[in-house]
């Protein structure tokens, strides 16, 4: 067995043999270079529901930017003590440089609390809620994210892989929060060569 020992990307991982089980969450494109597509095929093309496929065709149908505000488990002091989380002014930020790089587009926001996410969040025209949350499992969920015409991310590895989907459809722009987390380190071996970050407080 191989257990990734941090976020950002470990030379071992190289030294693995066939057979080995491995744990993690890879959040880097330096862990799987030589197949990309082949981890995107099996993310994508992974089996979802009548319902799911549904909720996807609506909406890939009007894609808006995809805001990711992950809440849950960082609000708690052990989470957030050791993550952060990526405040409102940050969001604020983002959408604000989204305007300019996606001019005239609408955005939607996933978040594993909604009502906090709203209470931060909810005055801004042009910024609508997903409410079908609870009808998508994980991998539609990442599915749903990835539609978008643009991407603002949370520090979370959901978010991560969901704008890294995003980004293998094409140009798109990503903003990702700076420090990854409160050890100050800039995980800049996270992120793509394109994307973008701000800080996160």
Do not use: C
């Amino acid at each position: 067995m191989y257990k990734q020992p941090g976020f950002g990307f470990d030379q071992k991982i190289n030294d693995i043999t066939v057979g080995t089980t491995i744990v993690g969450y890879f959040q880097s494109p330096k862990y799987f270079p030589s197949v990309a597509d082949r981890v995107h095929s099996m993310i994508w093309n992974a089996t979802t529901s009548e319902g799911e496929e549904a909720v996807l065709t609506e909406l890939a149908a009007e894609p808006r930017v995809t805001v990711h505000m992950r809440r849950g488990d960082y609000l708690g002091a052990a989470a957030r003590a050791h993550h952060g989380i990526a405040s409102a002014e940050y969001f604020e930020r983002a959408l604000a440089l989204s305007d300019r790089l996606v001019p005239a587009a609408e955005s939607l926001v996933f978040s594993d609390s909604p009502d906090v996410a709203r209470d931060e969040m909810g005055e801004r025209r042009g910024l609508h809620f997903f409410d079908a949350a609870e009808s998508l499992g994980t991998v539609a969920t990442l599915k749903a994210m990835a539609l978008g015409t643009g991407f603002i991310m949370s520090n979370s590895s959901f978010s991560w892989w969901a704008a890294w989907l995003m980004s293998r459809a094409g140009e798109r722009p990503v903003v990702a929060p700076r420090p990854w987390d409160t050890s100050g380190e800039s995980a800049s071996d996270l992120l793509l060569p394109g994307w973008m970050t701000l800080d996160a407080r």
